[in-house]
């Protein structure tokens, strides 16, 4: 089993950074694909971020904004945002597992409980 703990989240200005850990627990996820969704009020949970390997996939709304990243000897995989606009405000889940495709499709076997970002205008 694996245990994903997201932080980092809060309230910021549109234009400003936030940086989002996600910590591992209970196993490495070295060779797991690891992403990030987000669900934001009335709207269904939406791909952001993945990361395998040295590969990263990123949702055309956050191209060249947000950059996803990891840290094998913390077990710990980050979402640095930048540039935020009063649209990213959503609740952010980190989500795991063995299969690249089942994190990109939301189906991934771990996922964390997710940290508020507000992003204010």
């Known amino acids: 089993q694996v245990q994903l703990v997201e932080s980092g989240g809060g309230l910021v200005q549109a234009g400003g950074s936030l940086r989002l850990s996600c910590a591992a627990s209970g196993r490495t996820v070295r060779s797991y694909a690891m992403g990030w969704f987000r669900q934001a009020p009335g709207k269904e949970r939406e791909f952001v971020a993945v990361?395998?390997?040295?590969?990263?996939s990123y949702a055309d709304s956050i191209q060249g904004r947000f950059t996803i990243s990891r840290d094998g000897a913390k077990n710990t995989v980050y979402l640095q945002m930048d540039s935020l606009k009063p649209e990213d405000t959503a609740v952010y889940y980190c989500v795991g597992d063995t299969s690249t495709r089942a994190v990109i499709a939301g189906t991934g076997a771990y996922w964390g409980q997710g940290t508020q970002v507000t992003v204010s205008s």
């Open positions: 990361n395998w390997y040295s590969s990263t």
